[in-house]
């Protein structure tokens, strides 16, 4: 099998991901997964799209991840993981991935701050006197 490399964005994070057959090894950033998440919650959402389709060890995964926190991270790599199983093998893993919404990207992006107020929609307190 050759490689197969996707990408996977949330909020500012963006994930490439590249998968080759292999034991079940996710290496980030030249790190393991447990050393690079260390809560079991974000362990949990990076690994959620290999356990509902049962691949856990069938690929090996190398990731670049860049930018934004780390629970955008975590759900950006779920993303990308998810869109390279569907590469791989679309009839089998895309009704289950998109049944379970692992396949959309969620839009949703940090409003810009406007000039004259201190945030996107806060005001300064208004004094009438």
Known sequence: MEVINALGRRKSAVARVYVNSGKGNITINGRELENYFCEETLQYI???????????????????????GIKGQAEALR??????????????????????G?????????ERKKPGQPGARRRFQFSKR
């Open 79 to 100: 993303l990308a993981i998810a869109r390279a199983l569907c590469k791989i093998d679309a009839e089998a893993y895309r009704p289950v991935l998109k049944s379970n």
């Open 46 to 68: 990076v690994k959620q799209a290999l356990e509902l389709t049962n691949t856990q060890a069938q690929f090996d995964i190398k990731v670049n991840l860049d930018g934004g």
């Open 102 to 110: 692992l396949l959309t990207r969620d839009p949703r992006e940090v």
